[in-house]
C-alpha cells in the first residue's frame, strides 16, 4: 500500500487525471509511482493485464482508484475500449504511466545470437516498445490541455547485460521510440521522457535468470553503494509527470544510485 513507502503528502497533482498502466502487485514500479502520484492528489485510472484482478484491486481501493480496467495491449479492440472507458470517466487526461514489458524466456538467458528467435524478437518488440507508441497515439487525443508520458526502460538498452537479451534490444527501440514521439507531440504541449530504474525486486526480475546476482552488482557497483529505491523512482516520475517537470522532454533520466555512470571497481583497477 502507499503507506509502504515514505511520500509526503502534498498538492502537485490536484486536479490532474492520468492512467497508470502495468500494476501487478505491491512490488511493481508502477505501483510505486502510483502511490507517489496519490499522495499529491492525482485521481488515477489503472489499466493492467488479464487476470491480475485479485492482485490489482484491493491495491487501487487503498489509494481510492475507482476506474481499474483489464486490458490486452496487444489487442486493437481492448485498447480502444479501456481509452472509451477512460474517456468517459475523466473526459481528458494530464498524464499516462506505460510500464509493462514481456519476453519469453528463452529470449532473456544465455546467448543472445543463439537463442533470438523471430517469434520471440517480435513478441518482445510488440508488447515492450509497439505497446507505448499505440497508447502515446490513444492518449494524445485525451490530453486536450498539454500533459506528460512516461515509459519504463532498464540500461540494458545500452549496454550488454548479461540474460538481459532480447529484452534489452526492445528496450532500445522503447527509448528511441519515446525521443520520436517526444518530438511530435511537443507541438501539443505534451512531454515525453524514459525513466531508467537500476535492477529493483519486481516479477519481472524474477523471471530474468541470474536477477538475483543483477541486484547485488547493481548495489556493489553503483556510486551511492545502495540498492535502487522505490521512493528515489517514485519522485523522477512525479517530476516528469508534474508541472516541475516543465520543458523536460525527450529526456532518458537514470534512477540507479549512480550504477549507470560508473566505470570499474575500484579493486578491479589496482595493481
Known amino acids: 500500500m502507499a503507506e509502504d513507502y515514505d511520500f509526503p503528502k502534498g498538492e502537485l497533482m490536484r486536479g490532474k487525471r492520468g492512467v497508470v498502466m502495468g500494476v501487478a ?3 511493481s514500479i508502477a505501483w510505486g509511482i502510483a502511490s507517489q502520484l496519490a499522495a499529491q492528489g492525482a485521481e488515477m485510472a489503472f489499466f493492467h493485464l488479464p487476470g491480475m484482478e485479485r492482485r490489482v484491486q484491493p491495491l487501487a481501493e487503498s489509494i481510492g482508484v475507482k476506474h481499474v480496467i483489464a486490458v490486452d495491449a496487444t489487442k486493437d479492440e481492448e485498447m480502444e475500449a479501456a ?3 477512460v474517456e468517459k470517466a475523466f473526459g481528458s487526461i494530464d498524464f499516462f504511466v506505460h510500464a509493462i514489458a514481456y519476453a519469453p524466456r528463452d529470449q532473456i538467458k544465455g546467448s543472445f545470437v543463439e537463442n533470438a528467435t523471430r517469434e520471440g524478437f517480435l513478441q518482445a518488440m510488440d508488447i515492450s516498445a509497439y505497446t ?3 497508447c502515446a497515439r490513444r492518449a494524445e487525443k485525451l490530453m486536450s ?7 519504463l526502460t532498464y540500461m540494458g538498452s545500452e549496454r550488454a547485460i548479461p540474460n538481459y537479451n532480447t529484452m534489452g534490444v526492445a528496450k532500445a527501440a522503447l527509448e528511441a521510440a519515446a525521443r520520436y514521439i517526444a518530438r511530435d507531440l511537443g507541438p501539443k504541449g505534451i512531454r515525453v521522457n524514459a525513466l531508467s530504474p537500476g535492477a529493483m525486486k519486481t516479477l519481472s526480475l524474477a523471471g530474468i535468470s541470474g536477477g538475483r546476482g543483477m541486484l547485488a552488482k547493481g548495489r556493489d557497483l553503483s556510486a551511492m553503494k545502495e540498492d535502487t529505491s522505490m521512493e528515489g523512482v517514485a519522485g523522477a516520475a512525479l517530476w516528469l509527470l508534474s508541472d516541475l517537470g516543465r520543458s523536460t522532454t525527450g529526456e532518458l533520466i537514470h534512477v ?3 550504477f549507470h555512470m560508473m566505470g570499474f571497481a575500484e ?5
Not at 145 to 151: E, F, L, P
Not at 267 to 271: A, F, N, Q
Open 267 to 271: 579493486d578491479e583497477g589496482e595493481g
Open 132 to 134: 507505448f507508441v499505440d
Open 25 to 27: 502487485n505491491h512490488q
Open 145 to 151: 490541455n498539454g500533459g506528460s508520458m512516461i515509459c
Open 83 to 85: 481509452f472509451a472507458e
Open 256 to 258: 540507479d544510485a549512480g
